[in-house]
């Protein structure tokens, strides 16, 4: 990095991008020019300038947080737009700059960034290495019970751009030609990037992945980027840049959590490529592998949770079943291997009328093998939502048919001449029971919140949280928090800490918990995958024991997509494993990571079965795109467990399970 600073009071800062390409940016600290003088890329001494007279701008809209209701910070159930909330923009007021360095960053920080209630700075952070960079105004307020969303971009009074170009939902790129005068208009758009074009190049502005997407039960894809002039009619000139729909799915709608005196991050990245529209994007793309999971030798991928509702909604309603439905062609390319589904979310008739119930597994079991190949695994699955309290799920290695009823007296166990053995179940023990017979695994879906608030605490003494059927929890990115550098706001990784310390050896898998499942949907902002250690995947005939040992062992991990751990080992032995370590004074943790996004850090996180301890592994030093062993010594004298998580610049992360130390 180098830095010059100008005597027309500009800022000058050069990165490297890669062999003999720097990025160039020049901030000027007159306080009515704009923030951004110029920015480009620099090869020689040739300089192609991008952009230039630009300010990003921040539009953000304050609402209340409902604190009282439910389960504080962790409420879903929240309908925020429905009650009074007020939009402002956030001004800046250029008193102070500073440039620091660290690892393989550089951050420009200019105070005071200002909105009614929140104060703090802009921070721009450049990553060497690559032609990246993160935009964002970092405000806090002292305000209890206060919830937030964010519109922000670039603006320019001057014509910055030529065109703007964007992937449309169909993955076709699209190119507009620039009319300064035209009003600002809402884009629906695949990659939730949008593209400036100048003779100089092109810029692309598009949010953290996962970051800021905040959970609702849908992924409809809400228009999540804007271009054009005069944006909320509060920023003067053209621009292009990110937004969020107040109003969500019109479901529940919690939007970000904001607690008082929380630095949040309200923030965006820019690619920039001298090559156009298509090159940009394509360099948008790689970040995420082109929003979809790549393939791991010795793994296998499964998504878990997905209320698609295809057997009421189609079979049991005499619809014609198409070769492929949509729902599968979304799982497929996206690099989604194996799916999990929960069915008959309260659309159906768990208890019975018997014979309609039968009905209906049956056709459940019907579509999942009609529907299941050579590349993919469609696995029956519910939500029950019976005998144990809270919300579950449960999953068993083959088709079973069971009914959430039984009389007094009926056998618990019957064959029925169509459909053969046929289970009733009427209590928390038989359910259990169910399990055992039939070697499937429950677990808590969203924990800690929604209908499971309060769940598994409550019931971390009963029979059936202590067998190994129970197999424990699911995580999930909810709620969303900006001032977080992680995803989910601790709420299931700190259960599974909570859960190791209770010395129950239970894991966590990822959900999605999501409904409608199209194409055109923003599928990847809201996923999640389990990564499971298996050679081949399951026929669907043949049963899919091999995926149910791999969860009751641990043998997997869970990330947003972006970062891989394909192993962790404590003393050789990985994750699921249990049993005493030679020398835990100097027990050697190595765990290989892979990246897109430059990594921030990774946490080794133990505990000696009353608290947890963390150590943080500073990984600001990686650049974009890499693949590493890490190694660490640490002291787990008197620990009992270990598990790994790693996180990058973009609060996307990846976790492990647990090893066992004793």
């Known amino acids: 990095m180098k830095l010059t600073v100008g005597k027309d009071n500009t800022l000058s800062v050069k990165w490297p991008v890669e062999k003999a390409v720097y990025g160039q940016l020049v901030i000027n600290l007159d306080q009515d020019a704009p923030l951004v003088k110029s920015i480009g890329l620099l090869k020689g001494t040739a300089l192609q300038v991008i952009a230039a007279e630009a300010d990003p701008a921040f539009w953000l809209t304050v609402g209340k947080r409902d604190l009282v209701s439910q389960n504080g910070w962790n409420i879903f159930f929240d309908k925020v737009p429905l009650k009074p909330y007020r939009s402002h923009k956030v001004d800046l007021k250029k008193s102070s700059a500073a440039v620091s360095s660290y690892g393989s960053r550089t951050v420009i920080r200019i105070g005071e960034a200002t909105a009614p209630g929140f104060t703090g700075a802009m921070e721009i952070t450049l990553y060497n290495g690559s032609a990246l960079l993160n935009i964002a105004a970092v405000v806090s307020t002292a305000a209890d019970s206060t919830a937030i969303l964010y519109d922000a971009g670039l603006v320019s009074k001057q014509r910055n751009w030529e065109t703007v170009s964007y992937a449309d939902v169909y993955d076709?790129?699209?190119?507009?030609?620039?009319?300064?005068?035209?009003?600002?208009?809402?884009?629906?758009v695949k990659y939730r990037t949008i593209i400036g074009n100048s003779k100089g190049g092109s810029i692309a502005v598009f949010p953290a992945p996962h970051q800021y997407f905040y959970p609702l039960d849908e992924a409809f894809n809400l228009k999540f980027t804007w271009y054009g002039s005069g944006y909320k009619n509060a920023f003067d000139g053209y621009g292009i840049g990110i937004r969020q729909d107040l109003y969500g799915d019109k479901r529940f709608v919690p939007w970000f959590n904001a607690p008082p005196h929380t630095a949040q991050r309200l923030n965006f990245f820019c690619q920039l490529s001298a090559a156009g529209a298509p090159a940009v994007l394509a360099d948008v793309k790689k970040f995420t592998h082109n929003d979809s999971y790549v393939a791991l030798l010795g793994y296998k991928t499964m998504s878990s949770h997905f209320h698609n509702e295809f057997v009421v909604n189609v079979m049991m309603a005499n619809k014609p079943m198409p070769d492929t439905p949509n729902f599968v062609k979304v799982f497929k390319s996206t690099g989604v291997d194996m799916v999990h589904l929960a069915e008959f979310h309260y659309t159906a008739h768990p208890q019975g009328?018997?014979?309609?119930?039968?009905?209906?597994?049956?056709?459940?079991?019907d579509m999942c093998r009609k529907y299941s190949d050579k590349e993919f695994l469609l696995m029956p699955g519910e939500e029950p939502n019976e005998f144990?309290?809270?919300?579950?799920?449960?999953?068993?290695?083959?088709?079973?048919?069971?009914i959430m009823s039984r009389k007094k007296d009926s056998l618990m166990e019957s064959v029925h001449p169509v459909y053969g053995k046929v289970y009733h179940i009427g209590n928390p023990a038989e359910m259990l029971t169910l399990l055992e017979k039939e070697g499937g695994l429950a677990w808590t879906a969203h924990a800690r919140t929604k209908g499971s608030t309060g769940y598994p605490d409550?019931?971390?003494?009963?029979?059936?949280?202590?067998?190994d059927r129970f197999l424990g929890a699911a995580w999930k990115a909810m709620p969303a928090d900006l001032s977080h550098a992680?995803?989910?706001?601790?709420?299931?990784?700190?259960?599974?800490?909570?859960?190791?310390?209770?010395?129950?050896?239970?894991?966590?898998?990822?959900?999605?918990?999501?409904?409608?499942?199209?194409?055109?949907?923003?599928?990847?902002?809201?996923?999640?995958?389990?990564?499971?250690?298996?050679?081949?995947?399951?026929?669907?005939?043949?049963?899919?024991?091999?995926?149910v040992d791999a969860m009751t062992s641990g043998r997997f991990f869970t990330t947003t997509g972006e970062v891989l751990i394909p192993s962790f080992t404590v003393n050789g032995r990985g994750s699921g494993s249990s049993g005493a370590i030679e020398n835990p004074a100097a027990a050697k943790i190595e765990f290989r990571v892979s990246w897109t996004f430059p990594l921030n850090f990774a946490e080794i996180v133990s505990g000696d079965g009353k608290n947890t301890y963390r150590h943080r592994v500073d990984l600001t030093s990686s650049t974009a795109f890499g693949e590493q062993t890490f190694r660490q010594t640490l002291d787990l004298r008197g620990r009992k467990w270990v598990r790994l998580e790693v996180w990058d610049a973009a609060a996307n992360g990846a976790f492990t399970q647990t090893v066992w130390l004793e």
């Open 458 to 467: 409550k019931y971390r003494n009963e029979a059936f949280f202590k067998s």
């Open 388 to 402: 144990y309290g809270g919300h579950w799920l449960q999953i068993f290695p083959k088709p079973v048919y069971w």
């Open 172 to 188: 076709q790129l699209q190119t507009v030609a620039v009319q300064p005068g035209d009003s600002a208009k809402h884009q629906a």
């Open 486 to 547: 992680k995803l989910g706001n601790g709420r299931v990784l700190d259960l599974m800490d909570d859960m190791n310390n209770w010395g129950d050896k239970k894991k966590v898998i990822g959900e999605a918990d999501l409904f409608t499942i199209e194409p055109e949907n923003e599928m990847y902002a809201h996923l999640n995958v389990n990564y499971l250690q298996l050679e081949k995947l399951p026929a669907f005939d043949e049963g899919w024991q091999p995926v």
């Open 353 to 365: 009328p018997d014979e309609l119930r039968l009905l209906e597994l049956k056709y459940l079991f």
